[in-house]
């Protein structure tokens, strides 16, 4: 007796047609020489056991489409847009709660990254908060789930298993809207609030991400807005605004992240740098914009900018600084006056930032700490790789100095672990932690070399302030780790002392040390005091550049002293 099939064979369910179910093939297979199977379709199980997709709850997986028979696909994307609308929508329903748990998220979020991080406009994120159920839309809800992410802090014990729901979470509701064709400013900014979550967190995806990111970016032509400023006063110049925020927010983390990465060119590169700082405060929040042209990237430091348009300029040297250790010359050696160029640059930010800030934390966290990585990353590429020869301190007097510059983060880092208490520490940057690393490591290595106690004590403060960045960003956990590894490479300490004056310039607030050239004003309030003397060197305006190697210098106009201004 013929064997029949319970169900009809695969290829005949496609196609709709009538299957007569015999074994081991039907008949229509059998006469047009085709693979028979009677297999059933291959589904991942879900957590209820069911054959739904994984991860989805299996009201949320819509209906079975066949992507050989179904004409959906290649309609005109209605019916794939509302579903994906729904999905997502129902996602941020069942992972954050109803509109008031929403409401809270957001309003944690605007008191803590947004404090140092402004790429949302505050009150277009509001004007949409009231409809986010009643019109399902996912670009809104990605939006909104990344914000639940990036505001979500570590467990007391360091793990990511604790992120691992959420950020699967958001991961996949973005891979979703990417394969039904959505992409907006709102996904570029979800993308990257996920991408500097994934850098906080010393996530190895990041490094896709933010490539991810910037690709989005230009898809939606965010590169192109930067080009010429918006001077008028409609919403259409708010929009660009907001364009502009977004396109430096993925430079300044690109940057960030190439430059702790160490190798590779950024991702951003030869896509557009601004020509024109953020404007910065809460007049933009309100969609208030003045019709004066927005300063320049070269602004001079004599002029007071805001602290997203701070932070915009030293993501500048950085991209110099990047550009100037992947380009030596042709004997392998870096063009000394072109580092000099980018120390003296930095050291003006160093010295500038700390009086600028009415609090050290959070407003120029990222600034400061941005700084001193890439201060920490020149001297650490002029001394000898050879741990067994000594640092080069030069004189401590000397604003450039290692030196020197050792006994400016070393005070910020004394009033830092002093203050904690007042600090939030929900509202701290990613970016400093890589600094503090260096620091300590250098200061662990001068401490194994001249025996001197200052050297274990500096690098211990370097050590504690990590350990309370650790309570926010897992990547300072991580480089905690590799602190104690350093520490143990290093043995026991020589019996040799240092220099009595470098020791006392561990201790030594940075005003003190510079007095005598009138570098900054003596305070004895160091963060609290407003500035009142500019330094004599100011931000970087362009890279040029030319066929040689030797001709690339960062450009430094010498800037007067203009009234100081709020922007």
């Not at 590779?264 to 024109?276: E, K, M, N, S």
Request: one cysteine or more; a positive charge; charged letters at 20%.
């Amino acid at each position: 007796m013929t064997r029949k099939a319970a169900k009809a064979c695969i290829a005949c369910r496609d196609r709709k047609r009538k299957c007569d179910r015999f074994i081991p093939s039907c008949s229509l297979c059998y006469r047009l020489g085709r693979r028979c199977q009677y297999a059933p379709r291959v589904c991942l199980p879900s957590q209820d056991g069911r054959g739904s997709i994984v991860g989805l709850p299996s009201r949320l997986s819509g209906p079975s489409i066949s992507p050989l028979s179904s004409p959906r696909l290649f309609d005109d994307g209605n019916f794939i847009r509302t579903n994906v609308n729904n999905m997502i929508t129902d996602k941020l329903k069942t992972s954050i709660g109803d509109i008031s748990d929403i409401r809270n998220a957001a309003i944690k979020y605007f008191k803590s990254i947004h404090v140092w991080f402004p790429i949302l406009s505050e009150l277009s994120y509001y004007e949409r908060f009231t409809s986010v159920f009643a019109q399902p839309c996912a670009e809104y809800s990605v939006l909104s789930l990344s914000i639940m992410l990036i505001i979500t802090t570590p467990p007391g014990k360091e793990t990511l298993n604790s992120f691992t729901s959420l950020y699967i979470l958001v991961k996949s509701s973005i891979a979703i809207v990417e394969a039904a064709n959505i992409n907006s400013l709102e996904i570029v900014q979800a993308r990257l609030l996920v991408s500097l979550f994934e850098f906080g967190h010393g996530m190895p995806a990041a490094f896709i991400s933010i490539a991810a990111t910037v690709r989005a970016a230009v898809a939606i032509g965010l590169n192109q807005t930067i080009k010429s400023p918006c001077t008028d006063v409609s919403a259409n110049c708010s929009k660009l605004e907001e364009c502009l925020r977004v396109w430096w927010g993925i430079v300044m983390l690109d940057r960030n992240y190439t430059l702790e990465r160490g190798e590779g060119p950024c991702a951003t590169q030869d896509l557009g740098t601004p020509r024109h700082l953020p404007r910065d405060g809460s007049i933009w929040d309100q969609k208030i914009l003045s019709s004066v042209e927005p300063l320049s990237l070269s602004t001079p430091s004599s002029v007071r900018v805001g602290p997203f348009a701070r932070q915009a300029q030293v993501s500048h040297v950085l991209d110099i600084l990047i550009m100037h250790l992947r380009d030596p010359r042709p004997n392998g050696v870096l063009d000394k006056e072109e580092s000099d160029q980018i120390a003296r640059t930095l050291t003006a930010f160093s010295l500038l930032l700390p009086e600028e800030t009415p609090q050290p934390w959070p407003r120029y966290c990222g600034a400061i700490g941005m700084c001193y990585s890439a201060l920490m990353t020149v001297h650490e590429s002029r001394q000898d790789q050879d741990s067994a020869l000594p640092i080069k301190l030069g004189d401590s007097h000397c604003p450039e100095s290692l030196a020197s510059a050792l006994s400016r983060i070393n005070f910020i880092a004394g009033r830092f672990n002093e203050k904690i208490e007042q600090v939030d520490v929900e509202a701290i940057s990613p970016f400093p932690p890589r600094s503090l690393y260096k620091t300590s490591s250098m200061q662990y290595r001068l401490w194994k070399q001249t025996g001197d106690p200052k050297w274990l004590e500096a690098a211990e403060r370097m050590k504690l302030m990590l350990t309370n960045f650790s309570k926010r960003w897992m990547n300072a956990a991580k480089l905690l780790d590799q602190i104690e590894e350093d520490r143990k490479s290093y043995g026991s300490v020589s019996s040799n002392h240092s220099d009595p004056s470098l020791s006392h310039s561990l201790v030594t607030p940075p005003s003190e040390i510079l007095k005598d050239q009138d570098e900054v004003q003596t305070s004895k309030s160091y963060f609290k005091q407003p500035r009142q003397q500019d330094s004599q060197y100011t931000p970087p305006a362009r890279l040029h550049t030319s066929s040689q190697h030797s001709s690339r210098s960062a450009s430094i106009p010498a800037g007067s002293s203009p009234p100081e201004q709020d922007y």
